[in-house]
C-alpha cells in the first residue's frame, strides 16, 4: 500500500520570503500523480499543483513550484513571494491507478506579517 | 456555481441516529468520491464510483456506513447508529475519469458532530 508523509506538522514563514514544504511517499507504481491541496480554516480543499512522475521537469504554476524527485520518492513543494491568504493547510496526495487518493496528514502553514 | 456541492455543511445528531449526507458533483464528472477527514488529518479515502457503479471501499467503510450513487449523477452517504467516533468531516470530490490518474476537484465538506 501507498503511504504518504509529511514530516513537519507546522512551518511559519515571514510575507515576502520563500517557505518549503516537504513530503516523500513510497510506492511501488511507476506511473503516478502527485499533488499538493491547501485547505484554508473552514474552507474547502483546492489544488495548488500537480505532477506527472513520467515527467522530469518539475511543475510550477506561479508563485508555486514543485521539486520531484521520483528516484528519493520526494516531493517538496516551494512557495515564493509568501502572502497572508497562503495561510492553510497543505497537504500532499499520491494518485496511482488504484484511483483513490492517498493524502498525507498535513502542514500548518503560518505567513507572519 | 458549478463547482462540487454538499448538503447539508453541518449536521450535529445524537449516538445511534441515522444520518444521510448529498454530494451533486461537477455535471460532466464520471467519478465519485467519498472521504473521511478528522481533526488535523489528512483526508481518508471511503469509497468511490464509476457513473452509478461502486467500485472500490475501504475497510474504514464499516456496514453501518453505505454509498448509493443512483443515477450516476449525485451521491449520498448514509451512516446508521451513529457512534461517536463517527464524527468528522465528510469530504466529497468528483473527477472526469478517462483512464489513469487525475485531479479531484472537492466540495466544501459536511461535518458530522455526534453527542
Known amino acids: 500500500a501507498q503511504t504518504v508523509t509529511q514530516s513537519q506538522p507546522e512551518m511559519s514563514v515571514q510575507e515576502a520570503e520563500t517557505v518549503t514544504l516537504s513530503c516523500t511517499y513510497d510506492?511501488?507504481?511507476?506511473?503516478?500523480?502527485l499533488f499538493w491541496y491547501k485547505q484554508p480554516p473552514s474552507r474547502q480543499m483546492i489544488l495548488v499543483i500537480r505532477?506527472?512522475?513520467?515527467?522530469?521537469q518539475n511543475a510550477t504554476e506561479n508563485r508555486f513550484s514543485v521539486n520531484f524527485q521520483k528516484a528519493a520518492k520526494s516531493f517538496s513543494l516551494k512557495i515564493s513571494d509568501s502572502q497572508l491568504g497562503d495561510a492553510a493547510m497543505y497537504f500532499c496526495?499520491?494518485?496511482?491507478?488504484?484511483?483513490?487518493?492517498?493524502f498525507g496528514p498535513g502542514t500548518r502553514l503560518s505567513v507572519l506579517p | 456555481d458549478t463547482g462540487v456541492s454538499q448538503d447539508p455543511r453541518h449536521k450535529i445528531t445524537k449516538r445511534g441516529q441515522n444520518v444521510t449526507f448529498r454530494c451533486d458533483p461537477i455535471?460532466?464528472?464520471?467519478?465519485l468520491y467519498w472521504y473521511r477527514q478528522t481533526l488535523g488529518q489528512g483526508p481518508e479515502f471511503l469509497t468511490y464510483?464509476?457513473?452509478?457503479?461502486?467500485?472500490?471501499k475501504s475497510r474504514l467503510l464499516s456496514d453501518r456506513f453505505s454509498a448509493e450513487r443512483p443515477k450516476g449523477s449525485f451521491s449520498t452517504l448514509e451512516i446508521q447508529r451513529t457512534e461517536q467516533g463517527d464524527s468528522a468531516m465528510y469530504l466529497c470530490?468528483?473527477?472526469f475519469g478517462g483512464g489513469g490518474p487525475d485531479t479531484q476537484y472537492f466540495g466544501p465538506g459536511t461535518r458530522l458532530t455526534v453527542l
Open positions: 470530490a468528483s473527477t
Open positions: 510506492t511501488s507504481e511507476s506511473d503516478y500523480y
Open positions: 505532477q506527472e512522475a513520467y515527467k522530469q
Open positions: 496526495a499520491y494518485m496511482g491507478y488504484g484511483q483513490n487518493f492517498v
Open positions: 455535471s460532466e464528472h464520471n467519478r
Open positions: 464510483f464509476q457513473n452509478e457503479a461502486q467500485l472500490e
